[in-house]
């Protein structure tokens, strides 16, 4: 039986930035929450402490490295808030053991060809070495495909059985951020040098995603208000793509706008929302569909008379 088996679903604190609470978190470079570096690249030709000096002189919140090797280690470890075992790295025991005792919080990337198994036994490693802190990152497959697999299901499954924070490695790519966090993901790891537009996508994804498939329970106003606002934001999006199809309606129909107002569609679309917003019920969802169907009817009638003018 895994250690971690029966643990409690817990949220790990990397510096400022909560991951597994609260919204999904997109780790990258500019425009993220929070930054990594990895030392590999530079191995052997700058030194690891320089490196971090480099990202830290421009951003101030969250680093995460990725050492070469555990000789890395003493050079960063003040001066980072996190650090990533690299997939390629997974089953260097001798590295994840000092990797872990340095207490920090651990993303473990599940290596290319490991199996579930395998990969939580890296979380478990780390555990033994006394650090809980342990963030599991799904980073894909080789396969007789070009480039890597992901595999959401798999992290999904990850994330049930460990009840740790589970991120998707999405690369340069952002195409898959709102189908990670729909399938559950706590955050999204970007490439360290990924396109500032890149970490915008991937954020707004979130946002917008998040906003209807992440269950939050915030304790604080500050904490509720930002969740409001990703709320707001996905009901922006709808209410602008629902304006669009109203108008639509309008054009389509022998008699549009407020002229052709259809009360039992209203009631019966009313009812039909009431089904999923219990609480709101019926009467209160009323007003509020009212407001959002004159607007729409507004719209459309001026649009009308702009088309004509
Ligand atoms: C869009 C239509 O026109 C009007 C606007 C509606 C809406 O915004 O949902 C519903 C009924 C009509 O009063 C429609 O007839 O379906």
Known sequence: M?????????????????????????????GADARW???????????????VAAVRAEWAGPILVEPFSAADLPEIVADVEGVIVGAA?????????????????????????ATLEEWLAIADYCVAEGNDRVVLCESGSR???????????????????????????????????????????????LAQDAAERTALAAQEAVRIVGAVTR???????????????????????????????????????????????????????????????PTLGEARLASIMNAVIEAGLHLAEERAANAQA
């Open 2 to 30: 895994s250690l971690t088996a029966h643990l409690e679903r817990g949220a790990v604190q990397v510096g400022t930035l909560t991951v597994g609470a609260g919204p999904a978190v997109v780790i990258g470079g500019a």
């Open 37 to 51: 570096v990895s030392l590999r690249d530079h191995h052997g030709r700058v030194p690891a402490a320089e490196t």
């Open 89 to 113: 790295w997974m089953q260097d025991f001798q590295l994840v053991r000092a990797v872990a005792r340095l207490g920090l919080p651990v993303v473990v990337q599940r290596g290319p060809a």
């Open 143 to 189: 396969t007789h495909q070009a480039g890597i697999t992901l595999d959401l299901a798999l992290m999904r499954e990850a994330r049930r059985r460990s009840g740790r924070p589970v991120l998707a490695d999405l690369g340069e790519e952002p195409a898959l951020a709102a189908a990670a966090v729909a399938a559950g993901a706590d955050g999204l790891l």
């Open 215 to 277: 269950s939050e329970v915030p304790d604080s106003v500050l904490a509720a208000r930002s969740a409001i606002d990703r709320v707001d934001a996905a009901l922006a999006v709808l209410l602008e793509r629902r304006a669009e199809l109203a108008g639509t309606i309008q054009r389509l129909k022998p008699v549009g706008g407020f002229a052709g107002r259809d009360m039992d569609r209203e009631r019966r679309l009313v009812e039909e929302m009431a089904r999923r917003a």
